[in-house]
């Protein structure tokens, strides 16, 4: 299955930011949570109810608003819009944390790589449970106070997944699975905050640092000059930078492998997809055009193929973005065989207005 991403441009303070999301996203947003509550089903079960989880999205919408209260505000504008309740626009923004690492089967969970220089870019492909080919969003992101603007390829509801700013920062990501996982910053939302505050590689690792996150994960950044991944574990961070760097989703610092709790079939296929990622670059010389990348990403094991089954991971989005150029190249879906959409930063956001609801 494929299909074009929803665009939806937010333009304003925070609040007001939010509102215009529920709104254009309405439809979407109603029709997902009334799919075994945004699919969680698949994962906790047919009999899952939002009040099933009240505790916990309270817990989770009480760290959102201490780490990033910015975004909050954007969450209570969501709700307003989409005419929801407060309880369905968190529970939109922590899916991944309220389903729980260990009830996915991680055949596939994102591979990632960033190059830097001349032709400086990340590229990764989604890998995810739950059918989410449909849910494919992109959202053109402005601030009122800072003018500062970015493309972020997330999902129906969500706020942040990954993307790239005016100041020419990118951010990807792939899942690592250690530690407890509790009431934090969402890494979705950690990765919308970085677009929204930072310019650099380094500006995002001190960010990252002050973080309190809710769950495991690996962040891949690139600025165009320098790149970087950061390996996020019960609290602790472990920082790689390079000229060339990969991931999948096994743990590569060497004082993280230990505690990984990917399961040994997982890993196997973890490390094949990295092997597979590592030998393609190494064929193919940087400097590349976008498109040339989604190659890669079309081809197994990079590519996850369709199981048939919703519980289990497959590629729904495959993506590119280009620091330098502040630009995001998409295939939502399958990316064998899909049509690349891209997106830039010329022509909107571009004036500042006033916000009416700071």
């Known amino acids: 299955m494929s299909s074009l991403p929803d665009v939806i441009t937010l333009d304003g303070c925070p609040l007001t930011r939010g509102q215009q999301h529920g709104r254009q996203a309405a439809g979407r947003i109603a029709a997902f949570l009334d799919d075994g509550l945004a699919r969680l089903d698949t994962f906790l079960g047919p009999d899952i109810r939002l009040s099933d989880l009240g505790q916990d999205i309270a817990a989770y919408g009480a760290a959102i608003e201490r780490e990033t209260p910015e975004l909050y505000r954007e969450i209570i504008g969501l709700s307003e819009g989409a005419g929801i309740s407060m309880d369905e626009a968190v529970l939109l923004q922590v899916r991944r944390e309220l389903a729980g690492f260990s009830r996915f089967n991680t055949s596939g969970d994102c591979t990632t790589f960033a190059r830097t220089g001349e032709g400086a870019v990340i590229g990764q492909t989604v890998d995810l449970a739950g059918d989410l080919d449909d849910q494919v969003t992109l959202l053109k ?111 590569l610092d060497p004082a993280f492998a230990p505690h990984d709790e990917l399961n040994i079939f997982a890993q196997n296929g973890s490390r094949k997809r990295l092997d597979a990622c590592r030998n393609w670059l190494a064929s193919h010389g940087a400097n590349r055009e976008p498109e040339s990348y989604f190659d890669l990403f079309s081809t197994e094991p990079v590519r996850v193929k369709d199981s048939g089954n919703r519980a289990v991971e497959k590629t729904v989005a495959s993506v590119v973005l280009d620091p330098v150029n502040r630009s995001l190249h998409v295939r939502a879906g399958d990316p064998f065989g899909t049509p690349t959409v891209s997106f830039d930063m010329v022509g909107w956001g571009e004036n500042r207005h006033e916000c009416a609801n700071a």
């Open 141 to 251: 992101v402005r601030d009122a106070e800072s003018g500062h603007r970015a493309l972020v390829m997330s999902f129906t509801g969500l706020l942040g997944y990954l993307g790239v700013n005016d100041r020419g920062l990118a951010v990807g990501l792939n899942l690592v699975l250690a530690g407890d996982w509790r009431p934090g910053l969402p890494p979705y939302l950690a990765i919308r905050h970085l677009l929204d505050s930072c310019g650099s590689v380094e500006e995002a690792i001190a960010c990252l640092r002050r973080l309190d996150l809710a769950s495991s994960r690996c962040f891949m950044l690139c600025d165009g000059a320098n790149a970087a991944f950061v390996e996020a574990m019960a609290g602790k961070l472990a920082v790689h930078r390079g000229a060339e760097l990969t991931h999948t989703n096994h743990f």
